[in-house]
Structure formats: structure tokens, C-alpha cells
């Protein structure tokens, strides 16, 4: 549930004008002041080296366990590139599949603080062979000393990453901070990676890397991820398409108004549940409050919006719960929670890191963005991927995040492979604007936003020779742009094999192989070693992944 929360390092200039009410509203970023900060960085690429080494005759073991998988990283120091294993390796999670293969993450790191972005699988089969490793470690950090203390307080840190991503008043949650060892720009900083969340025209979900020696900024990121960007209008809202739709909801009593019937849904067994709540056109979160009816019709124009969220959110649920067996988002049943009627004409819907946001469109541009199952199922999928390989949001990890969104989107929306069909308003589709990506034919969409397109061709890529080369200022490195390439990949597997083996393949990719700084060519290594553990190697599934792969100029 969302918090009303006052910056610290803000109130005390909120209390010095006391006389002024408290602005609600969240300000716009200043966009302009942002990119002029992030465009003179350059990630580095080196400090977070990829690997996959696969064992021909794998060595067995009494059991999979991670004493038994840092046993072999030992033994095997020189394939990995992991000096001294032990001393830098902490275990993180260990998974078991369907498959009886077990998957143990580990996070490396040094003097006992992580190190961010950088962490290794060890995969053991049924036998408990440990059949082979994948990941990313950064290789400078054992010939370098880092110290891993702090000259600054976690509060000024904090202080810090609130100013300088403009952070309103008032905040959606409360900004955490971690101790992390963050490779940046040919150095290993030791640096508190603040969260901070809040609502307002432009919401942020940011990520802010605070140097823990000087107290600088030495990264940041939105991490908030949007159906796609498009400016608000003035427009008139419209009701979504007509559809009957069977609700699950819940009879309330209450003192004095009788019986009333909100939009809670508590029937599914481990679920906490499926709520939809009233964002009242407002991006105040204090006075939200379960979408409410008098009658157990939700059937007003102002109803409609809510009734497709509340039902698609079950769809989607159903689809990871019977397809993936995964309990929702996190996998251990934690509520979904859905946000309609969000900011006025507002055109986007978002996953903030909690939970899903939709706009009512302008009416011009979008109609509510509820109405669209592939929108539901694009959202709730960054949140299956926080939970599983957090794919960073930036440059192609955040395109993997992008795609895989948009993958799942049209596997659960399965009438075709375009995104975001059911959202187009009739002004839109009457310039020509019936979806904002294309699965099947990336190049036949025009990237409307100038800024974007302005790094390629002006259409969405299909192959590798089309890559946006974009700034993280723009799209955070072309995330939503890029997305395309790898999407088509996945258009032409699933050609070949069919939405359920593609999801299979896919979803196994995600929870099991990627990790949160994977990029193009190691998500290719991640979908086909699923494709190979699932339908084996040689098989006509691995080969469509290489085919689909091959077609689009990812090796
Ligand atoms: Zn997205």
C-alpha cells in the first residue's frame, strides 16, 4: 500500500514557508537538467565481464547445494575468471524447476558488500552434475583494492539523490538506500544506491548512485517503466470497449451507506489478491481508496476503466500461474495491485516497482490504457522481472526488460503480435497510428517521438544493422526502441514452435539464466541453453531459437 511520506531534507524548507499548503502534486523533472549529467557518462562495459561455460562431462556431486557449486568455481577459477571464489562469492537464492535441475545465484562481492550488476549462476541437473555456469563478474576488482567504507551517513546520501533528481515533497514510499560496490566509468566506487519513488506529470522511480567517499552522484537512472511516452493533450476521455466481463469481487458492509462492492478479489487460493483501486484523476496517493460500487454491475462509463484492469489483471495472472506455475509477481503470492483513473488525460501506463498505473488517455492519442490485455500483461511482466532477472533499465539490459514485456504481452494477448492494438484512440488510428509496436513487422511502425527517432532510420529496428545508438538521456539508451530487434527475434521462434514453447523457452530464459546486466548476445546463449534443457540439444526448438536469433544479426 502506498505511504504518504515527507523528505526529511524537504521539510524543513516546507516548515520555513509554513503558510503554504503543502503542493501534493509531484513537479515536473527537469529533463534538460538530467541529461546534461548523464549524457557525459559512459558505462563500463568492462567492469562487468559475461561468460557461459557449459561442461561436456560435468562433475557430479552428493548434492546440489552451493557449498558443492563453490567447490567447483575453486576447482575451475581459471574457465570462470572468478579468482578466489569463496572470498567473493555470496549466496543469493537457490532454485529448484521443473526440470529437477537446481540453479544457485550467487552475488559477487567484496569485503562482504555486493557488487552491482555482477552475479553468477551455477546450474546442477537432476543428477546433481554441475552441468554449467553463466553470469557476469567484474575481473578488475581482484587486483584492486576497494575500500569499502563510508566517509558520508546514509542520510546525507539520501539528501543527496533527493536533490538532485528534483524529488517532490512528497514521496510514494519511503527512499531506501543500499551499500553496494558500483563499477562506473573505469572505477569501482563504494556508493549508497538510493531509491526514490513518487507520482506527478513525469513519475519517477529513480535509481541514484551516491558516492559514499565525497558524496557526489555519480550515476542515475529512472527506472519507471512506461507502456511508452506520449505527451498529455486536452482531449476528452472515451469508455473502453464495450466487452461483458465476468468480476470477482468482494460484498462490503459498511455503517450507515448499506452494502457496497469493491473491486477486491480474494478467490484465488495463496493469492493475497487482486485489488483495483481509484487514483480519483489525482496523483495524490493519501485518499485512494478500493474501487467501489453500489451494486454488484459495474457498469457506468466512469466504471469501465476499472472493470477492464481488474479483469485483465486476473487474466494475466491466470496465465503465469497455469502456464509458468508462478503465484504472481514475486512467485509467493503478494497482491496485485492496480491503479485506474490515473493524472488527468493521461497518456501511459506504468509499473513503478509496486504496482501498475493506468492512464485514461487524452481520447486523441489513447483511450483508457486498461482496456489493452497486451498493456496489463506488459506491466505486470516488469514485475515478474524485478522478481527474477531484474534486468537493469538502460542500454540493451533495459531492452531485454523492454522485450520480454512485450513478449509476454503477446503471448497472453494471443490474437496477435502487435502491442497495444486496443488502446489506439479513433483519432490516432485515423492518422494512421493502430499500435505502438509491431512483433511480426518492427519496421512497419514510425518511432513517433522526434527525440528517438532521431538515432536511426525513424522506424522500429528488426536487425542488429538497425540499432539505435542512443544517450541514456534518451529512452534510457533506447529501451523502448531497441526492444524491437530482440522482439522479432522472438516473432520468428514462436513462427516456428508455437506461443506455448516460446513461453516455455522464454520464461525459463528469464528466471533462470539472465542476470540484471545481460545483453543481447548473452540473452541469445540464455534462450537457447532453456530451449536445449527443455526439448533438448539438436532439437527443432533450439534450432528455431538460433534460426529466430541468426535472422535477426544477434550472435
Ligand atoms: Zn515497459
Known amino acids: 500500500m502506498k505511504k504518504k511520506l515527507i523528505a526529511p531534507v524537504l521539510l524543513s524548507s516546507a516548515l520555513l514557508v509554513g503558510s503554504i499548503p503543502v503542493n501534493v502534486f509531484a513537479q515536473p523533472v527537469n529533463s534538460s537538467e ?129 536533490s538532485s533528481v528534483n524529488a517532490p515533497e512528497e514521496l510514494t514510499y519511503e527512499p531506501t538506500a543500499e551499500f553496494v560496490v558500483y563499477p ?57 470497449h464495450g466487452d461483458h466481463r465476468e468480476l470477482h469481487i468482494t460484498r462490503v458492509k459498511e455503517e450507515n451507506s448499506g452494502t457496497k462492492f469493491a473491486l477486491a478479489d480474494y478467490s484465488h487460493e495463496n493469492l493475497e489478491g487482486i485489488f483495483t483501486y481509484d487514483a480519483t484523476s489525482d496523483w495524490d496517493s493519501s485518499n485512494d481508496t478500493l474501487y467501489m460500487g453500489n451494486s454488484a454491475a459495474f457498469i457506468s462509463d466512469y466504471d469501465r476503466a476499472a472493470v477492464d484492469a481488474h479483469y485483465n489483471s486476473e487474466k494475466v495472472y491466470e496465465y503465469y500461474l497455469n502456464e509458468h506455475g508462478r503465484n504472481s509477481l514475486d512467485g509467493e503470492g503478494m497482491a496485485i495491485n492496480s491503479y485506474v483513473h490515473m493524472g488527468v488525460d493521461y497518456n501511459n501506463a506504468f509499473w513503478n516497482g509496486r504496482y501498475m498505473a493506468y492512464g485514461d488517455g487524452d481520447g486523441e492519442f489513447f483511450i483508457p490504457l486498461s482496456a489493452g490485455l497486451d498493456v496489463a500483461a506488459h506491466e505486470m511482466t516488469h514485475g515478474v522481472i524485478s522478481h527474477t532477472a531484474n534486468l537493469a533499465y538502460r542500454n540493451q539490459s533495459g531492452a531485454l526488460n523492454e522485450s520480454f514485456a512485450d513478449v509476454f504481452g503477446a503471448l497472453v494477448d494471443d490474437s496477435d503480435w502487435e502491442m497495444g492494438e486496443d488502446i489506439m484512440a479513433p483519432a490516432a488510428k485515423a492518422d494512421g497510428v493502430t499500435r505502438l509496436r509491431s512483433l511480426s513487422n518492427p519496421n512497419s511502425v514510425i518511432v513517433s517521438n522526434p527525440q528517438r527517432a532521431a538515432y536511426g532510420s525513424g522506424v522500429y529496428p528488426d536487425h542488429m544493422d538497425e540499432f539505435y545508438n542512443m544517450p541514456l538521456n534518451v529512452d534510457n539508451g533506447g529501451v523502448h526502441v531497441n526492444s524491437s530487434i530482440t522482439n522479432h527475434a522472438a516473432y520468428l521462434i514462436g513462427q516456428e514452435i508455437g506461443r506455448e514453447k516460446l513461453g516455455k523457452i522464454y520464461y525459463r530464459a528469464l528466471s533462470v539464466y539472465l542476470t540484471s546486466n545481460s545483453n543481447f548476445s548473452e540473452a541469445r546463449q540464455a534462450i537457447v541453453q532453456s530451449a536445449i534443457d527443455l526439448y533438448g540439444e539438436g532439437s527443432e526448438e533450439e534450432a528455431a531459437v538460433q534460426s529466430g536469433f541468426d535472422a535477426v544479426g544477434i550472435q
Open 184 to 240: 562506473f566509468e573505469k572505477k569501482n566506487h563504494t556508493a549508497y544506491k538510493v531509491n526514490v519513488n513518487f507520482m506527478g506529470d513525469e513519475p519517477g522511480n529513480w535509481f541514484v548512485y551516491v558516492d559514499a567517499k565525497s558524496g557526489k552522484v555519480i550515476d542515475k537512472f529512472n527506472g519507471l517503466m512506461h507502456a511508452d511516452e506520449h505527451k498529455t493533450q486536452t482531449g476528452s476521455g472515451k469508455g473502453v
Open 34 to 162: 538530467i541529461s546534461s549529467v548523464q549524457a557525459s557518462k559512459e558505462w563500463n562495459e568492462k567492469a562487468s565481464v559475461p561468460f557461459f561455460v557449459k561442461e561436456k562431462v560435468a562433475e557430479k556431486f552428493s548434492s546440489s547445494s552451493s557449498s558443492n557449486a563453490l567447490n567447483y568455481l575453486k576447482k575451475n577459477e581459471d574457465k570462470t575468471g572468478i579468482k578466489n571464489p569463496d572470498k567473493h562469492l555470496k549466496v543469493k537464492s537457490i532454485q529448484k524447476d521443473e526440470l529437477g535441475m537446481t540453479h544457485v545465484r550467487f552475488t559477487q562481492a567484496i569485503n562482504g558488500v555486493n557488487v552491482e550488476g555482477s552475479e553468477v549462476i551455477a546450474h546442477f541437473n537432476k543428477n546433481h552434475e554441475l552441468v554449467s555456469v553463466n553470469g557476469r563478474t567484474n575481473q578488475t576488482l581482484a587486483f584492486e583494492a576497494v575500500d569499502t567504507t563510508a566517509s558520508i551517513s546514509r542520510e546525507a546520501a539520501l539528501q543527496a539523490a533527493l
